[in-house]
């Protein structure tokens, strides 16, 4: 039978709270921190990179080319050598040189594959913004449903204690049957241990959210730093 009741367990479900949501404030943060959302970023940042290096390269070139160097011209080899060294005779030359591609199909395709790349990477985004809110607000739903069903089971416990208490009360009295306490016990049993698997669902749907947003770190109060290594032992 049920002598008492852990004092932890009741600490813990008086500590329960259910935190205040927002779906648009979780949107944000998940701009900032969500890795899926980060990483299509930054692809996109890299396609643009590319598609104007493409653009660039399509463009007419003009290049400045120079050179500088000195001669040493003999009838001997080690006196032209001399002559190299000594500086006395040098030489540069200074040009322009303008290339207009024509027709450019290599080019014109390179800029066009850059271009859907680019727009591929974008949609990626959208796409990634999308369903980071629709899964930003299920997860929100399913915390508060499941805060709710915390709530409610609770209110049975402590009902189904009152209960069992009373029969247990009644039957040190004699007022009542060893089947009634039983059962009475049973039904109290039940509804803690739904209590408890209602609880861990509770917690499960908050750690989900946090790490939809990216914030695991954050909210286990994790520094979001990695040290170097050191095989050597050395101090750092």
């Not at 890795?35 to 930054?42: D, E, F, M, N, R």
């Not at 190299?84 to 322009?96: E, I, K, M, N, R």
């Not at 299920?138 to 805060?147: M, R, V």
Request: hydrophobic residues 40%.
């Amino acid at each position: 039978m049920i002598k008492a009741e852990s004092a932890d367990f009741e600490t813990l479900i008086a500590s329960l709270s259910m935190p205040a949501l927002d779906s648009v404030s979780s949107v944000n943060t998940a701009y900032q921190l969500n890795p899926y959302y980060l990483s299509a970023v930054k692809t996109a940042e890299q396609e643009k990179i590319k598609l104007v290096y493409a653009e660039n390269q399509s463009l007419i070139q003009l290049d400045v080319l120079a050179s500088y160097h000195q001669n040493g011209l003999d009838m001997r080899a080690h006196d032209a050598i001399n002559d190299t060294l000594s500086g006395d005779y040098p030489g540069f030359s200074v040009g322009v040189e303008f290339v207009i591609p024509l027709a450019n199909n290599i080019g014109r395709s390179q800029v066009g594959v850059a271009n859907v790349r680019t727009q591929q990477a974008i949609y990626a985004i959208k796409e990634t913004e999308i369903k980071l809110a629709n899964q930003l607000k299920t997860l929100i739903a399913d915390i508060e449903n499941k805060y709710s069903i915390v709530q409610q089971l609770d209110k049975v416990r402590k009902i189904n204690k009152e209960l069992f208490l009373i029969h247990q009360s009644s039957y040190d009295k004699g007022q009542a049957s060893i089947d009634d306490v039983i059962d009475s016990e049973r039904r109290y049993e039940i509804t803690l241990s739904e209590l408890l698997s209602a609880v861990a669902a509770y917690q499960k749907s908050k750690f989900m959210l946090k790490k939809a947003e990216g914030s695991l770190f954050s909210y286990f109060d994790i520094a979001d730093q990695v040290s170097p290594p050191n095989p050597e032992g050395l101090p750092l």
